[in-house]
């Protein structure tokens, strides 16, 4: 009486499946409980037979060989060209939860991944302040340190869906951004030993790669929420996250958030640096463009279905739960609503998990799916009364000219065969 | 003028350092912005003059060259005469925050780390239930899914210290335990579907692989809290942590966390599996053992300063962040005390960042030391009540033939000259 096992998906409903019956493999290095005659024996499975690999072959760990499609990746019309000036995006399509692991989590450099000795780093913090300081990695570990979460996002996050929808997946439309818990000082006590002069408004961050990415803050901010960070998600920093230090500004364009931090200056007026001038700056439909646009709006996006995960599509009187990921850089996220009409209606969201200041916070609805087609949207509103615009307001506003701070509401067409495409709904 | 940067580890009211003039390098791709008559210039570094490395060599990023150090280690005296029933200790002494990257959490096996392709892994639910059932990995994805962040120590953990201190390092001492953010279902979400008959209350879960690890919980904390989950840190579980699926018990001995989980059976009693019988029993001193004791108890530890960690070390003067671990299986961790003197005196220490329910908890205490000899302990307590014993009530107790559940307070010795010693007091 063996039976095949029936691999196809099946509804929530419909969990019972074939039961293979076939003894227990003589010869097992230890026997499953497993009673001989019970009707409910399945075959045991080849690694049931012989031993693992052995311990030591993970003194530090690596995904399972099965999940080596689940990587960054780096799309041509994303990057400026070459490799160094280059970012890879997080699969955030294959992500659970809010903590991003450290080997995939989003990669924008400028100037490649500097290969930092720990024992040569110093962060030098200097302008107008009473006392000049050159630290070492020791000197600014001392410092009573503090763990958070926050996500880090590029402004470029979303940028070629201005005109129309280029991408079909969800790794190149939203990748540019992860989460972490991030381990540091903050920089508020550090610029106290330094002694910040009167008259002090700004604050310049250089990085000491090659690229020397430099970017103004405005001192309220720094003493506010910002931190050198050294650890991300218990370990040291990544190179390419800025090993041994990044700047951290919690909720703030990505950008700001200088990797291999080399230097703070204090001064009393911006830098005008390039990054802020030639790049990072908003062209507008007048042709005028704004500069020092820091926080990132409120966003968000349905992870679950996607396009990128044919797994998640629908199948006809499927229960599923449509999931996605809400964001601001101004606080915690209030509430997420969903719709199924292209935003005609609106019903709302379960966030579920920690909902946290400046962070991810997952959202959750039980749709049952009858097969009709849909236009799945998700809109954010968080607790200082932003809210997710639409394309016509977003585009209304900043024309279709500008690259950066798209926070327009992602809407994704569900077909009757349950294929799931990037649309774009305008009026 | 040119001077030499002093390298020497300074207190932290002495960040000033002396400052080395010298200009800017010339032909480095993007400039600092920092003016060649600065008088704070100080020398570029050998990685600013460069190119950094290509952006898709790190599509699946991996740990800077330079912490080669921090991995999981083996040690002899606590594995089992092979690599394959061996366990290896999370380097805990470096983490920062509260999440395990999924590189370095700790990793015991009874028969290797098995490697299971998900397209061919099965879950298998039966005993007493209507419906027996095999499930799919996407089966289970299905179901909806939570985020929870959870420690799981192997109650071995502190095993080798009942009888004398028998390490001077903190990741061999306590290292068998790690935590992480875990996404999942709940169990009871399945079993619903299964359909548990009357009568039943127990569960038997065992692992797929070939050492068939097996152990009965009680049915009413399966429908509490358990999950089976599949991803560790938003990615794929990692092979040695039981990928595709695992068992989360919360709180609970870590063996109960079923890696490579094949099965879970209904049943109205225990079912007597190895490893609830000639292992993970505790030896009393009347000679009988304790069986099924399943909550890791309450506990800390200090992880700055600690042995293993020179660069921790004090120095006279120092003002330093006393920091560490606190968790406990029955809930939220309440309180940490600290002792300078042994246990004689305490004072409280202030909870940092996200308290948790059976989670670990970071403590810290902002202390000056002026090269007293100390004997620095911590003493936790947790919401329902529980408090950490001294060596002698823990000894007192359970005897020193045990190996289990040890939970006492631990305490490093600081010398006059700032070393870092692992001690027992007794009285």
Redesign the interface.
């Known amino acids: 009486m063996k039976r095949e ?1 029936d ?1 196809k ?5 419909g ?5 293979a019956a076939s003894v227990v493999a003589a010869g ?7 009673k001989a005659d ?1 009707p ?1 024996l ?1 075959e045991e ?23 080596h499609n ?5 799309h041509e019309l994303l ?1 400026s060209g ?3 000036a ?3 995006m997080c699969p955030i399509h ?12 989003f ?1 924008r ?10 024992n ?3 962060l ?1 913090i ?1 302008g107008m302040v009473e ?6 990695l ?2 600014i ?9 926050h996500f880090i996002e590029c402004p470029a996050n979303g940028s070629t869906e201005w005109r129309a929808p280029q991408f079909n997946t969800l790794q190149f439309l939203k990748g540019m951004m992860s989460q972490a ?3 540091g000082v903050r920089l508020k006590h ?1 610029l106290k ?2 002694g910040i002069k009167e008259g002090a408004k700004w604050v ?1 961050a ?1 990085g ?7 970017r103004t803050i405005p001192l309220e901010k720094i003493l506010d929420d910002a931190m050198v960070v ?2 991300q ?8 996250q800025g ?2 230090i990044r700047l951290l500004v919690p909720g703030w364009e990505g950008n700001l958030n200088i990797k ?1 931090l ?2 703070i ?1 204090i001064g009393d007026k911006p ?1 005008h ?2 990054e802020e001038t030639s790049k990072y700056t908003m062209l507008m439909p007048s042709g005028k463009a704004i500069r020092f646009f820091w926080p990132m709006e409120v966003n968000s996006v349905i992870t679950r279905p996607c396009p990128d995960k044919p ?1 998640t599509h629908l199948k006809k009187g ?1 229960v ?2 449509i ?1 996605g990921l809400a964001w601001s850089g101004h606080g915690r996220i209030k509430g997420v609503d969903i719709s199924f009409d292209g935003g005609k209606n609106w019903v709302e969201a379960k966030l ?3 909902v946290l200041p400046k962070a991810w916070t ?1 959202f ?1 609805y ?1 749709y049952k799916w009858e097969g009709e087609p849909l236009l799945l949207s998700s809109r954010a509103y968080d607790e200082v009364g932003n809210v997710q615009p639409t394309i016509d307001q977003e585009v209304g506003k900043m024309g279709v000219e500008n690259i950066y701070h798209r926070n327009a509401i992602v809407t994704w067409e569900v077909k009757a065969n349950g294929e799931v495409h990037n649309v774009q709904i305008r009026s």
Chains 1, 2 share one sequence.
């Open positions: 096992i691999n998906r099946e509804s929530r409903r969990f019972l499946k074939n039961i097992t290095l230890a026997p499953s409980l497993l019970d409910n399945i499975p080849e690694w049931g037979k012989k031993l693992g690999l052995p311990v030591d072959k993970y003194l530090y760990g690596q995904p399972s060989p099965y999940e689940v990587v960054r990746r780096v990057s070459d490799m160094y280059s970012v890879a294959e992500l659970d939860g809010i903590i991003t692991p450290n080997g995939l989590f990669n450099c400028h100037g490649g991944v500097a290969i930092i000795d720990p040569k780093y110093r030098l200097h006392k000049p300081l050159v630290l070492t020791e000197d570990k001392k410092y009573p340190s503090e763990s958070v979460i818990e991030w381990t550090i030993d330094a310049l250089e000491s790669d090659n690229s020397h990415m430099g050294w650890a998600n218990g370990e040291a920093l990544r190179p390419e090993y041994p291999w080399g230097r200056e830098w640096a390039k797994w499927d599923v739960e999931e579920k998990g920690l997952r959750s039980i």
